[in-house]
């Protein structure tokens, strides 16, 4: 059974571009969160979408975005860059509400913002 | 609101002896909790989870955790460690908004180094 896959694996971005990161569930997964993790404030919650719908949203600016499509891949989007949005971002799949059963994550998406 | 605590961003311990790694979480409401590990250039990996069926919860590779509702704690231990072992470790807690929701929110992380 294939992992969560996210493409690319690395990217380097620059001020004020946009960005956009995808996420292939695990086969029959619907539900899909985004984290950000940095050294600094270490892995936080962006959002979760669960059937084409943002479920959930974490405490980032509306510079985040992301969508869910009906085969349940995932794409998360970042506008206007800064360097602080420099992090590797983890998408993770689950059968159901990814806060209650086990959530099976990515290798992650470096991003680096020059 | 829930918090996670994880006492001591590092721990290092000889090859064969007990690790201990320590979370402390804060819910109003009951939780679920999870240990998580990740290696190096990977994503997370569950290693447990605690779900109210049991409060000594085991895991894979050796590892086990306890739920303390008086302490607030669910520790996570593995009485001899390998070198394979070494990795970051992740505590998450999960509880129920008011909309009903469950949104993890994690500790930072403790690296656990193993010496030979």
């Known amino acids: 059974k294939a992992g969560v896959t996210q493409t690319p694996r690395y990217l380097i971005k620059t001020r004020g571009q946009q960005v956009t990161l995808s996420c292939s569930p695990i086969s029959g997964h619907r539900s899909v969160s985004w984290y950000q993790q940095t050294p600094g404030q270490g892995l936080q919650f962006l959002f979760e979408y669960f059937s084409e719908t943002q479920r959930n949203k974490g405490n980032f600016p509306g510079r985040f975005s992301g969508r869910q499509f009906s085969n349940s891949r995932s794409e998360m989007n970042v506008s206007t860059l800064e360097l602080g949005d420099s992090a590797l971002y983890l998408c993770?799949?689950?059968?159901?509400?990814?806060?209650?059963?086990?959530?099976?994550f990515g290798q992650g998406t470096r991003l680096t913002v020059v | 609101a829930q918090s996670v605590t994880q006492l001591g961003s590092h721990v290092s311990v000889s090859e064969g002896a007990l690790v201990l790694l320590r979370c402390n979480y804060s819910s109003s409401v009951p939780p679920y909790l999870f240990w998580y590990v990740q290696y190096p250039n990977q994503g997370l990996q569950l290693l447990l989870k605690y779900t109210s069926a049991a409060t000594l919860v085991k895991g894979i590779n050796g590892f086990e955790a306890e739920f303390k509702k008086s302490e607030t704690s669910f520790h996570l231990t593995k009485p001899s460690a390998h070198m394979s072992d070494a990795a970051e470790y992740f505590c998450?807690?999960?509880?129920?908004?008011?909309?009903?929701?469950?949104?993890?929110?994690f500790g930072r992380g403790t690296s656990l180094i193993v010496h030979p």
């Open positions: 993770a799949s689950s059968l159901e509400e990814g806060g209650i059963t086990e959530a099976f």
């Open positions: 998450a807690v999960s509880a129920a908004t008011s909309g009903g929701s469950y949104i993890p929110t």
